[in-house]
């Protein structure tokens, strides 16, 4: 009987996984497509396609995928999605921002809204707390890369402002506005990176207890799951061992 209750616990968390690569999917796909769509559906003339179609191959996203959402685009059906960004604060008073690509504004708007209504947050205007955060460009690498010192030299050749190494792997800061010219020079050096994109980096960090982050993870867990959100950003710090304690609850 443990046999099989530990078979059915690998076939939930194989589910749970196979769920997760499907929605992360389906948002390298919407990105694929707008940029495709506002620009030329060629990647090696549309620098936001080259990155979408970039990251989606370092997610391991079938070509077939990527080719049928860059086709979408071009389809006289295709869905008119358009950027929105929503800015609030979170439990603990911990500021958010969330990147949606939509179709209907009404139901996004009212999905975030609920989203942090639910979870001990308040949504704000637009412009809330970006003051907080400044738009940089990210390249990450995974460990096999080199070693701190190598992905170092690469980094300060390419121009950019700063470089995090650990066991996970490198990340690599840089303007917002050297995105290309650094990702292109850092691949040159380094090959090809497994995420290049624009993020949102907080300036400072606000220290978060385990009451907050709790209702905080809920939070930037129910934002996440959203279809139309593509990407969360925070700027929460939570001690180790609280969030050790919250990945294992």
Known sequence: MAGHSQFKNIMYRKGRQDAAKAKLFSKLARE??????????????NPRLRLAVQNARAQSMP???????????????????????????????????VEALTDNRNRTAGAVRAAFS????????????????????????????????????????????????????????????????????LA??????????????PQNLTPVDEDHASSLMKLLGALDEDDDVQNVYANFEVADEVMARLTAA
């Open 32 to 45: 694929i497509t707008v940029a495709a769509k506002m620009g030329d559906p060629d990647p090696e003339t």
């Open 63 to 97: 070509k077939d995928n990527i080719e049928r959402a860059i086709s979408k685009s071009q389809a006289g059906d295709a869905e008119n999605y358009e950027e929105v960004r929503y800015e609030g604060y979170g439990p603990g008073g911990v500021a958010v921002i």
């Open 118 to 185: 639910k979870n001990g947050g308040t949504l704000g205007e637009t412009g809330n707390v970006a003051f907080l955060f400044e738009r940089v460009g990210e390249v990450r690498y995974s460990p096999d890369a080199g070693d701190a010192d190598k992905v170092l030299e690469a980094a300060v050749e390419a121009g950019a402002e700063d470089v995090s190494s650990d066991e996970t792997g490198h990340v690599v800061t840089c303007a917002f506005e050297d995105l290309g010219a650094v990702s292109d020079a």
């Open 188 to 201: 040159a050096a380094l090959g090809e990176a497994e995420v290049v994109r624009a993020v949102w980096k």
